[in-house]
């Protein structure tokens, strides 16, 4: 910095707004042309993605107090009382002591507020019940599902620049 001064705020602010073109009219692109430009108005999502809470990975849909004091040592058995696959719905709720198997993106059954990866469990009396070998804390609960529309929710965004994420 041989002889050169820091500016404030206000000069930086003034040199670089001086150096850029007056904004552009509008023009409609496709969203792969988007890259770098800047929304001139706000978007409207139509729909949410996903449209529901689902697992994030295959394990089974629980009650996270039901596993409250699991461990390796000492884990909390609970009865697997149906299967929700990919694509498809739970046909009943999760109650107190019960688990439903689950597939990676299938909605989260009513009564769950947690999903426990298979790697966490071991199966018991031919796969009717689960053996819960960690506690599931409802702060961790959204490492193991997502809710509803975490990629895509119908609503507005407001107008911003679109960068590269590399």
Known sequence: MSGERLHSVEEARA????AVDAPLGEEVVAVDAALGRVLSREVIAAVTLPP??????????????????AAEDAPIRLE????????????RAVRHGSAIRIATGAPIPDGADAVVPVELTTPLDAGEQI??????LALLLSAFAA?????????RIAPSIAVRAD
């Not at 529901?52 to 596993?67: H, T």
């Not at 697997?80 to 046909?91: C, D, H, I, R, T």
């Not at 053996?131 to 599931?136: E, H, T």
């Not at 809710?147 to 609503?155: E, V």
């Open 131 to 136: 053996a819960v070998l960690i506690p599931v």
């Open 15 to 18: 040199a670089v707004l001086a």
């Open 147 to 155: 809710a509803c529309g975490p990629a895509l929710r119908a609503t």
């Open 80 to 91: 697997v009382v149906g299967e929700v696959p990919a694509g498809g719905v739970a046909e």
């Open 52 to 69: 529901w809470d689902n697992s994030a990975m295959d394990g089974y849909a629980i009650r996270a107090a039901d596993v409250t004091g």
